[in-house]
């Protein structure tokens, strides 16, 4: 039979890579043993086993006692994850015309609830460690500033953590938004398990979120595509508690499918157990794991940006594991390639690092197999001397003329980038690293824009957003 997907899944697991990657589940370790059995329990909305659109039963305790675990009012499971939550809770906290306050490096799933919900974006910008290449998070103080400059925000998106385990003030920034009766809402894709241990980061919960989204494959024992949407329903004063909590669920109807997948409902309910039986002490064997590997790769003078610290940085979390080989003589994309012929995949690289996601799944041989595939890398140096070239980021922003809704549903072309100037951008458009959007729907092309791009290209970045032969996406005249 051909089956090239299948055929390909089955030659990936067949090498028994060490998998630092998603799912959190790496393979199903952490699952009972009776879950192999996966096919017969793909079934459907059969009597005694609930709906997902109206759940009554099984699903609704099951709900409740994620709500419980994670702290907040009420938990709705997603089946298409942690993107459809972002979309779900900007639809149910903005009308058309409200105004946003959005980090530009938000992820793209956020451009997509602006156009969704017809919220008005007001950018700001994160800070950027220009020694690291590294786009991290916005200050209190900027947050602050901008509440101030624009008194109808009707709420803020935040991301906690992010791709490297970087925490922004959370707190503090709730308590400025209270202040200034801003919602938060909070994009905790990364985060799922920061509930479960004293020595992590707060979670979004903890630190107040009215709305906030979490993959559970990420980092729980959970499968691919599942997460948690959680609401905190007192906050909103233009609805009554229930009142609030019933318009997530219309929005949640609305963008879920009305043939979930039971197995990736019943993982969810799974990690949530198991977490909460077993995570404390899970998550203290990890970061004993962690321990002992980043002082052996730090002898091997790899730096495993253990101490990294910002101002705007409050926490990082321990348990996300972040290579820096810069000082190898190596990109992370070289980096990356040498350990996977090592047969240890990494989740991301990026210029400088790689990024691993680490979780309860993995075992003290996995990190064994880690470490010695870096001793292999820290011994095949590349040049000492190699000059990684920073990239130019530019703090100013373009000049918004229509809403990312407006943009959207407008006609688009695709003309050279070098010929864009004076244009309306129709997609987001921008250099990686550092992952920040140049350009974003409805936004005026710029010459400084066109130009910083090119140059950030020609020192080794990766253009995001336009298509072949660098034509940019822009609306039809």
């Given at each position: 039979?051909?089956?090239?997907l299948?055929?390909?899944?089955?030659?990936?697991?067949?090498?028994?890579?060490?998998?630092?990657h998603?799912?959190?589940?790496?393979?199903?370790?952490v699952?009972?043993d009776?879950l192999?059995?996966?096919?017969r329990l793909?079934?459907?909305?059969?009597?005694?086993?609930?709906?997902?659109?109206?759940?009554?039963?099984v699903i609704?305790?099951?709900?409740?006692?994620?709500?419980?675990?994670?702290?907040?009012d009420?938990?709705?499971?997603?089946?298409?994850?942690?993107t459809?939550?972002?979309?779900?809770?900007?639809m149910?906290?903005?009308?058309?015309?409200?105004?946003?306050?959005?980090?530009?490096?938000?992820?793209?799933?956020v451009?997509?609830?602006?156009?969704?919900?017809?919220a008005?974006p007001?950018?700001?910008?994160?800070?950027?460690?220009?020694?690291?290449?590294?786009a991290?998070?916005?200050?209190?103080?900027?947050?602050?500033?901008?509440?101030?400059?624009?008194p109808?925000?009707?709420?803020?998106?935040i991301?906690?953590?992010?791709?490297?385990?970087?925490?922004?003030?959370?707190?503090e920034?709730?308590m400025?938004?209270?202040?200034?009766?801003?919602r938060?809402?909070?994009?905790?894709a990364?985060g799922?398990?920061?509930?479960?241990?004293?020595?992590?980061?707060?979670?979004?919960?903890?630190?107040?979120?009215d709305?906030?989204?979490?993959?559970?494959?990420k980092?729980?024992?959970?499968?691919?595509?599942?997460a948690?949407?959680?609401?905190?329903?007192?906050s909103?004063s233009q609805?009554t508690?229930?009142?609030?909590?019933?318009?997530v669920?219309?929005?949640?109807?609305?963008?879920?499918?009305?043939?979930?997948?039971?197995?990736?409902m019943?993982?969810?309910?799974?990690?949530?157990?198991?977490?909460?039986?077993h995570?404390?002490?899970?998550?203290?064997?990890?970061?004993?794991?962690?321990?002992?590997t980043?002082?052996?790769?730090?002898?091997?003078?790899?730096?495993?940006?253990?101490?990294?610290?910002?101002?705007?940085?409050?926490?990082?979390?321990?348990?996300r594991?972040?290579?820096?080989?810069?000082?190898?003589?190596?990109?992370?994309?070289?980096?990356?390639?040498i350990?996977r012929?090592?047969?240890?995949?990494?989740?991301m690289?990026?210029?400088?690092?790689?990024?691993?996601?680490c979780?309860i799944?993995?075992?003290?041989?996995?990190f064994r197999r880690?470490?010695?595939?870096?001793?292999i890398?820290?011994?095949?140096?590349?040049?000492?001397?190699?000059?990684?070239k920073?990239?130019s980021?530019?703090?100013?922003?373009?000049?918004?003329?229509?809403?990312?809704?407006?943009?959207?549903?407008r006609?688009?072309?695709?003309i050279?980038?070098?010929?864009?100037?004076g244009?309306?951008c129709?997609?987001?458009?921008?250099?990686?690293?550092?992952?920040i959007?140049?350009?974003?729907?409805?936004?005026l092309?710029?010459?400084?824009g066109?130009?910083?791009?090119?140059?950030?290209?020609?020192?080794g970045?990766?253009?995001?957003?336009?298509?072949e032969a660098?034509?940019?996406?822009?609306?039809?005249?």
């Open positions: 039979m051909n089956m090239p299948v055929s390909k899944l089955m030659e990936y697991i067949s090498n028994q890579p060490a998998p630092f998603t799912p959190g589940h790496k393979g199903g370790r699952f009972p009776r192999p059995l996966l096919p793909d079934l459907t909305e059969l009597p005694g086993l609930d709906n997902l659109q109206a759940p009554e039963g609704r305790e099951a709900q409740q006692s994620a709500a419980r675990a994670f702290r907040s009420a938990c709705f499971f997603l089946v298409n994850g942690s459809s939550g972002i979309h779900i809770m900007m149910s906290a903005f009308l058309p015309g409200d105004q946003v306050l959005v980090p530009r490096n938000s992820h793209r799933s451009w997509g609830g602006l156009i969704l919900s017809g008005q007001v950018y700001i910008q994160p800070e950027y460690d220009v020694q690291r290449d590294l991290t998070h916005v200050s209190p103080r900027e947050v602050e500033q901008a509440a101030e400059d624009n109808e925000l009707a709420g803020m998106i991301t906690n953590p992010d791709y490297y385990g970087l925490c922004p003030h959370l707190s920034i709730r400025i938004l209270s202040k200034h009766r801003i938060m809402l909070v994009d905790e990364h799922a398990h920061l509930i479960f241990h004293p020595d992590l980061p707060p979670s979004a919960a903890q630190c107040g979120a709305l906030w989204v979490q993959s559970a494959h980092t729980l024992p959970a499968l691919t595509q599942s948690y949407l959680h609401v905190r329903s007192g909103h609805y508690e229930s009142a609030f909590i019933d318009r669920s219309q929005v949640h109807r609305m963008m879920q499918s009305t043939s979930p997948s039971y197995l990736l019943a993982s969810l309910d799974w990690a949530r157990a198991y977490m909460e039986e995570g404390r002490e899970e998550i203290d064997r990890l970061l004993e794991n962690l321990f002992w980043r002082k052996e790769l730090q002898a091997m003078g790899i730096d495993t940006m253990e101490d990294y610290c910002r101002t705007e940085i409050f926490q990082t979390d321990a348990s594991l972040v290579l820096d080989v810069s000082q190898l003589g190596r990109t992370g994309f070289e980096a990356e390639e350990l012929q090592a047969g240890v995949q990494v989740e690289s990026d210029s400088r690092r790689m990024v691993l996601i979780t799944a993995d075992r003290k041989d996995e880690l470490v010695e595939a870096c001793r890398l820290s011994q095949a140096k590349g040049k000492s001397d190699k000059e990684i920073k990239v980021i530019s703090r100013e922003m373009p000049r918004q003329v229509l809403s990312p809704k407006e943009a959207f549903e006609k688009k072309e695709l050279p980038l070098k010929e864009a100037k244009r309306i129709g997609d987001l458009v921008g250099a990686y690293p550092p992952g959007p140049r350009f974003c729907p409805g936004e092309i710029d010459c400084q066109i130009e910083e791009l090119l140059e950030n290209q020609a020192k970045a990766r253009l995001f957003g336009l298509a660098r034509l940019i996406p822009v609306l039809a005249e």
